[in-house]
């Protein structure tokens, strides 16, 4: 089994991403590891503080270590989004391959001493792990809102991803640009779509060289979804889909069998529902360079 950094290094040669895309329960689990093994890649399955919790630090850990092992599958987990040192290290000990350390929201240079602190403890804990840093304001909540936040004041500066990435030592960098967390409903609705900075990617790339990780790409305009893996992004996120589809499959299965109460003959409606999202998001985000049309 190739190990995660190489996995994203020969995603970096190739001119694609990996998808990441975040777990509550089984029914998103089965979905993601049955869109991946269908379509041949690798993929990542994230959970949050708040999705570990529901689901157990360790039990998602077991749960992905099952799939990995007896398919022979490269299926990765990351602890996303930790906000603690004490959260990151539990993570770790769990065997998570990869831990989001996440204190965007404090001043930069507090950033940078907690981010430094913490990727010193987790590598000192588990050499392999990575640990990824975040700077720039994304939002929080992978849920819908009514309005749109002014994403301009926090999109991540080239010069400060260099700082930052120097300093704290991480292994991946989430940046800010124009990606956030969540969607509107305007986007739910079809009517919106998010759109990217990919000049801002570029520059950011070029002076922090490091992998890169898009969060909060949810109901992201497809072409600037590729513009981005194009100009060095690694790793897309997407969780708002994915759970707008559990429900939409969930919704639509309970219509459907108004008496039935077997919940492995109404879950696969919710699986199917979200393996569908999957499928699509990892078909771009593979296709990468050889997707783009002749025209670009
Ligand atoms: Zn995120």
Known sequence: METLRKILEQAETNGVAIGHFNISDLVTLKAVFEAARDLNVPVIVGASE???????VRQ???????????YDFPIFLNADHTHSLPSA???AKAGYDWIVFDVSTLPFEENIRQTKAAVEALKGLRPDILVEGEIGDIGSGSEIHD???DLKKGLTNPAEAKQFVEETRVDTLAPAVG??????????AGDTRK???IKLVRAIKAEARIFMTLHGASGTDDDDLRGAIEAGITVVHINTEVRLAWRRGLDSALVKQPDEIVPYKILPHAVDSVKRVVAARLALFSGGRRARPASH
Do not use: C, T, W, Y
């Open 89 to 91: 290290i539990e993570a």
């Open 179 to 188: 990606n956030m967390h969540g969607m509107l409903k305007s986007m739910v």
């Open 195 to 197: 759109r990217l900075d």
């Open 147 to 149: 309005a749109a936040p």
């Open 50 to 56: 708040g999705e570990r919790q529901f689901m157990g």
């Open 60 to 70: 998602v850990s077991a749960l992905v270590k099952s799939l990995r092992e007896e």
